[in-house]
């Protein structure tokens, strides 16, 4: 079956850095965009960095620009997103995401379960 796994969250003071990873089975990954999605409690969620299935376009949030980096390894089948210069305002759950338009029309998405990013002093 679809399993997206993320790891890599955890507790890191600001300025500091995380590599979150998204380990992918069950699809084929490399005709997915791959996504990282954020969420804080009472917000809805965002969407952080997107990247193509080959790799070669990526899009940021604004408010990440210069210090995330999202890639992927078709490879391996897992998708990663590099954060540096973290602030307490990136305290959330990230999610990662797999979406692809089949061609008749049907949307395949497909969500990890989350891991916990908490930037704190």
């Known amino acids: 079956q679809v399993q997206l796994v993320e790891s890599g969250g955890g507790l890191v003071q600001p300025g500091g850095s995380l590599r979150l990873s998204c380990a992918a089975s069950g699809f084929t990954f490399s005709s997915y965009v791959m996504s990282w999605y954020r969420q804080t409690p009472g917000k809805e969620r965002e969407l952080v960095a997107g990247?193509?299935?080959?790799?070669?376009?990526?899009n940021y949030l604004d408010s990440v620009k210069g210090r995330f980096t999202i890639s992927r390894d078709n490879r391996k089948n897992t998708l990663y997103l590099q954060m540096n210069n973290l602030k307490p305002e990136d305290t959330a759950v990230y999610y990662c995401?797999?979406?692809?338009?089949?061609?008749?029309?049907?949307?395949?998405?497909?969500w990890g379960q989350g891991t916990r990013v908490t930037v704190s002093s």
């Open positions: 995401n797999a979406n692809r338009k089949g061609t008749t029309g049907r949307i395949y998405d497909y």
């Open positions: 990247i193509t299935s080959t790799g070669g376009i990526t």
